[in-house]
Nanobody
Framework: QVQLIESGGGLVQAGGSLRLSCAASGRTFSRSAMGWFRQAPEKEREPVAVISWTGSSIYYVESVKGRATISRDNAKNTVYLQMNSLKPEDTAVYYC???????????????????WGQGTQVTVSS
């Protein structure tokens, strides 16, 4: 069992930065691939980034490339998403998700993840 708790969201002006954190409980975190997704009002949940359990494989959705950095600290059971140069279109609820198999194959599909957090709101004002 893995429990995920996101934090770090908030209101920020366009061009600003935020670092989201996802704290995990459970012994399987260190072997889990971790993903970040987001969902804007009236839109489907979309992938943002993923990191393999070793940290050696990282992928981003095209819209955040160059502005986002995903990282993890297995000693702290935490995964991070640093978002820079934020835009109003980044406004969404951001979720972290865990895939206990550790694989990042098919990472963009929400169906492959085993556990989800409750989400943290990010609002970017123009």
């Amino acid at each position: 069992q893995v429990q995920l708790i996101e934090s770090g969201g908030g209101l920020v002006q366009a061009g600003g930065s935020l670092r989201l954190s996802c704290a995990a409980s459970g012994r399987t975190f260190s072997r889990s691939a971790m993903g970040w997704f987001r969902q804007a009002p009236e839109k489907e949940r979309e992938p943002v980034a993923v990191i393999s359990w070793t940290g050696s494989s990282i992928y981003y959705v095209e819209s955040v490339k160059g502005r986002a950095t995903i990282s993890r600290d297995n000693a702290k059971n935490t995964v991070y998403l640093q978002m820079n140069s934020l835009k109003p279109e980044d406004t969404a609820v951001y979720y972290c998700a865990a895939r206990t198999s550790g694989s990042v194959a098919g990472w963009g599909s929400s169906r492959i993840y085993d556990y989800w957090g409750q989400g943290t709101q990010v609002t970017v004002s123009s």
